[in-house]
């Protein structure tokens, strides 16, 4: 498993609002088998902040034969905070039950926002005076 930045580029460090590109290359040893791929970024295996499937992209199970390479790409991580995990399950066909399961990490989501919170949001404050004479 590598992280990538837009160019393709192995990244450890992300700058939120980045592209992060998660590449799995797998290899299967014996007869082929149909399965599908999950891609979870979370402060640990246990705690996902997010988590997504080929399965629930709507995707054909993937034919694991041999050598492959899978790609998830993210365009903006919204994600803002210090260190992350990111764990990449392989299941069976019917995304039901869990075949091989690996993590990688920590890397570092890096961002210019000082808001305590896991993502940031576009917002804006306005100070209405005076209301009803408080």
Do not use: C
Not at 37 to 52: N, Y
Not at 92 to 100: G, Q, S, V
């Amino acid at each position: 498993m590598r992280l990538l930045d837009e160019e393709k580029r192995p990244a450890a460090h992300i700058h939120q609002f980045q592209t992060l590109i998660v590449q799995v290359k797998t290899r299967r040893i014996g007869k082929p088998t149909l399965g599908h791929l999950a891609v979870g970024i979370g402060f640990s295996d246990d705690v996902q902040v997010f988590e997504t499937t080929t399965k629930m992209s709507g995707l054909d199970p993937i034919l694991f034969s041999g050598e492959q390479i899978i790609e998830l790409a993210i365009p903006s991580i919204p994600i803002q905070g210090v260190n992350f995990l990111v764990r990449v399950r392989v299941g069976d066909e019917n995304a039901m039950r869990e075949i091989h399961r690996m993590t990688y990490g920590p890397f570092v989501i890096e961002s210019d926002h000082p808001e305590i919170s896991m993502m940031w949001m576009p917002h804006s404050w306005k100070v209405i005076q005076p209301f009803g004479g408080i």
